[in-house]
């Protein structure tokens, strides 16, 4: 009997069995088609995932039937479902939540419509002509809307309700022509600059390996030209007739990079980000799945676009953390989209001033090819970096006085200045002077954050918001400020430099979009001005005239215990100094520590990126860290703590003998929004032994006795120890 196996958007890992539709065969139907199916007393939608004659274990009689087929091909492309079985399988996660993470949400409802875009537009030729037409017909109809000028046809099919044989019709009369939209675009192109020996050196490489898999980990500070290579590799496969992906971090898709590629490419730029309306990713995907040479630019979701024909895949900022989902399909964009050009026979560019450890290692294994961009393509130098002890002295608005002269005198030259401050608000906690009462979350037990401009407390923890106590609650002592935010950096900026506008930049004061862009382009403008903000600033924004950064706290990375802590504080180091001095003019970093002999900062600063990731991945080697195993992390969380850790007692106890396995540990904010937090770790030699260990053993997590008192989740290469 021939059954139709369909994943549903459901957290269980199995297919349900479906008779094919009504009066239809099976044989009509197609991997990766989207169904519409009974389901539990209602219709959900589903994915066919496989057509198999067997033997069903239910009889013909308790099997239903499919209600509908929404569309008449795959909704993903043959190579691409493939890919997504394959990470299902990989991250062990439910095939029918990793297949409905990969379509855009509102595709989940409409049938994708094969083709619906069109870069043709249409206008009249021969206007001597139009008395051959019948008044009245549809080709007449469109050939009058056409009388205001030229339109795309997709607008004209809107406005005429006319069909492609009107078209046809004109054209064959020779009453209208096309224009190709993509030829319109080569005229505004840019001049490029011609490559340097490095850069070109790069290009080569990538593109002789055009027609099969190679990963390659293009290395190169801030401003030494990838972008450039990125741009020329893929305008060669555009060129080609083929497709490109260019995969960037979340802060690292701007207007300003998106615009660079429409300027420089005679080919369409798509966009997709996963904080834009489900419709415009859906779009966009629509378009890739046409046969049509284009680039798609997008954020973590953008790696699952269904590519006709895609050529090349260019990951910017590899080791960027905003590639890996944290919840739900927790899969890593880098990692899925390796997997696809590896199927495809494609090359993949990791590009990265600061590698992560993972792309360190696999370069060391001869798995990814090195290509070095060792200079900035402008600067003649890069920046001088100082170490600003911060014992010792009193600091003003939280700025050492080298700090503030050095910002100072580039205003004083005319140039810009940039403070910078991975934290929100105010201050990161508020402290009575006479009892040491400090206002902390009930429900996280973690310091609240004063925001001093609203008057209210947050924890950036569990999102609470409260109003901020005009005194301390238990002597009412005045609560002072302890710490420095971006938002109290801010103020006392303005105060050091009165008239100097300081624009801030962070969740709080500019959001995502236009705000962003808008004070972007006040800095942009070219006065003197000064930027102070968190990581949105890290990276991404030319600005040729910003001379100085400061990193106001550069101790956070120092003192936390996660595994991946010094290597974070190290890219993040490297990307800001970055900032500084990206045209001509010398640039000068200055880096506010209180623990200066710190040997995070005498190898990152003596010996650079590089130096400093050798010593740390000996670390890792010696402690059978990642990247030197494979890791997976099983978390859990409930109201009561005993369920916690009852629940990951008996994971442990299902898990082989043998098994490295360290835990059950309280998370290390174990508490969050009144749950406990706890997690299992399982440390293995290699991927292929963590399979054959994870697969049997999460069946067995689900028949836990105490399982329907917790929440869990299992983390396939976490990156995060919390
Ligand atoms: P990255 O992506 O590494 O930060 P970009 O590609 O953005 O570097 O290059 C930094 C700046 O240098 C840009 O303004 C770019 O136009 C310029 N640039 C890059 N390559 C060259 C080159 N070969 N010759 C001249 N200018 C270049
Ligand atoms: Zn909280």
Redesign the pocket.
Same mark, same amino acid.
Do not use: F, I, W, Y
């Given at each position: 009997m021939d059954l139709v196996r369909v994943a549903l958007d459901i957290p269980l890992p199995e297919l349900f069995d479906y008779l094919p539709p009504r009066g239809r065969s099976a044989a009509a139907l197609r991997p990766g088609q989207r169904v519409r199916v009974p389901f539990r007393g209602s219709e959900r939608l589903g994915i066919v995932v496989e057509i198999a004659s067997v033997q069903s274990r239910q009889s013909r009689r308790e099997l239903r039937a499919i209600l509908d087929v929404l569309d008449t091909e795959s909704a993903f492309g043959d190579a691409l479902f493939a890919s997504l079985l394959q990470a299902a399988n990989y991250y062990q996660h439910p095939i029918g939540e990793v297949l409905f993470a990969a379509l855009p949400p509102s595709a989940s409802e409409r049938p994708a419509a094969r083709a619906d875009h069109d870069p043709v537009l249409c206008r009249i030729d021969a206007p001597e002509r139009a008395a051959a037409l019948k008044p009245d017909t549809a080709p007449w109809r469109l050939y009058q809307a056409l009388a205001s000028g030229p339109q795309h046809w997709r607008a004209l099919i809107a406005a005429t309700k006319v069909d492609l044989r009107a078209r046809k019709r004109l054209l064959d009369l020779g009453l209208i022509e096309q224009i190709d939209e993509s030829a319109q675009a080569r005229q505004v192109q840019v001049a490029a *600059? *011609? *490559?340097?020996a490095a850069?070109q050196a790069a290009l080569d490489a990538v593109l002789a390996h055009r027609h099969a898999y190679a990963c390659f980990v293009l290395e190169?500070?801030?401003?030494?030209?990838?972008?450039?290579?990125y741009l020329r590799a893929i305008e060669s496969v555009l060129q080609a007739g083929r497709q490109a992906l260019l995969l960037v971090p979340e802060i690292g898709l701007t207007p300003q990079l998106v615009q660079r590629f429409r300027e420089r490419l005679a080919f369409p730029v798509l966009v997709a980000h996963s904080g834009r309306s489900d419709r415009e990713r859906a779009d966009a995907f629509a378009r890739c799945r046409v046969r049509e040479p284009l680039v798609l630019v997008g954020t973590r979701c953008a790696g699952f676009a269904p590519f006709a024909d895609l050529g090349l895949i260019v990951v910017d900022e590899e080791h960027d953390a905003s590639f890996k989902q944290q919840e739900g399909f927790r899969y890593h964009a880098r990692d899925f989209v390796l997997m696809r050009a590896h199927r495809l026979g494609i090359p993949v560019v990791l590009?990265s001033a600061t590698p992560s450890f993972e792309t360190l290692h696999n370069l060391e294994l001869g798995r990814y090819q090195r290509l070095l961009?060792p200079q900035r393509?402008?600067a003649a130098r890069a920046p001088s970096v100082q170490l600003l002890d911060l014992n010792g002295q009193k600091p003003i608005h939280g700025l050492a006085r080298t700090a503030i002269d050095a910002i100072g005198a580039a205003l004083a030259r005319g140039e810009q200045a940039m403070v910078f401050r991975n934290r929100r608000g105010f201050s990161p906690s508020l402290h009575c002077e006479l009892c040491g009462h400090s206002p902390t979350c009930e429900r996280c037990d973690r310091p609240l954050t004063f925001h001093k401009g609203e008057a209210r407390l947050k924890c950036h923890y569990c999102a609470r918001i409260q109003q901020a106590p005009p005194a301390c609650p238990i002597d009412h002592s005045p609560l002072k400020p302890v710490g420095f935010g971006t938002e109290r950096l801010e103020q006392g900026l303005i105060e050091l430099f009165p008239g100097v506008p300081v624009l801030r930049f962070d969740r709080d004061s500019v959001g995502a979009g236009h705000e962003f862009e808008s004070a972007m382009a006040q800095a942009r403008a070219g006065q003197p001005v000064i930027l102070v903000g968190t990581q949105m600033l890290a990276k991404g924004h030319?600005l040729p005239l910003l001379t100085v950064v400061v990193l106001a706290d550069a101790d956070h990375g120092l003192l936390s215990t996660d595994t991946r802590a010094g290597e974070r504080a190290a890219q993040l180091l490297v990307q800001v100094s970055g900032r500084a001095g990206?045209a001509q003019r010398p640039g000068f970093v200055f880096v506010q520590t209180r623990y200066p002999g710190h040997p995070f900062f005498q190898s990152l600063l003596a010996g650079g990126y590089r130096n400093f990731a050798d010593a740390e991945m000996a670390l890792r080697a010696g402690l059978d860290l990642p990247p030197y195993c494979a890791q997976a992390l099983l978390r859990a969380d409930s109201l009561i703590e005993e369920d916690v850790m009852a629940f990951l007692d008996s994971a442990r106890l299902a898990l082989p003998e043998d098994a490295d396995v360290r835990g059950p540990i309280p998370a290390p904010h174990a508490k969050r929004a009144n749950r406990f937090r706890a997690q299992l770790w399982l440390h293995c030699s290699d991927r292929r032994m963590r399979a054959e260990i994870v697969k049997p053993w999460l069946p067995k997590l689900s028949q836990l006795p105490n399982v329907s008192r917790v929440r869990w989740s299992l983390d396939i290469d976490p990156i995060s120890d919390d």
């Open positions: *600059p *011609p *490559p340097n850069q190169g500070v801030t401003g030494s030209g990838k972008t450039e290579v590009g961009l393509a402008m030319d990206r």
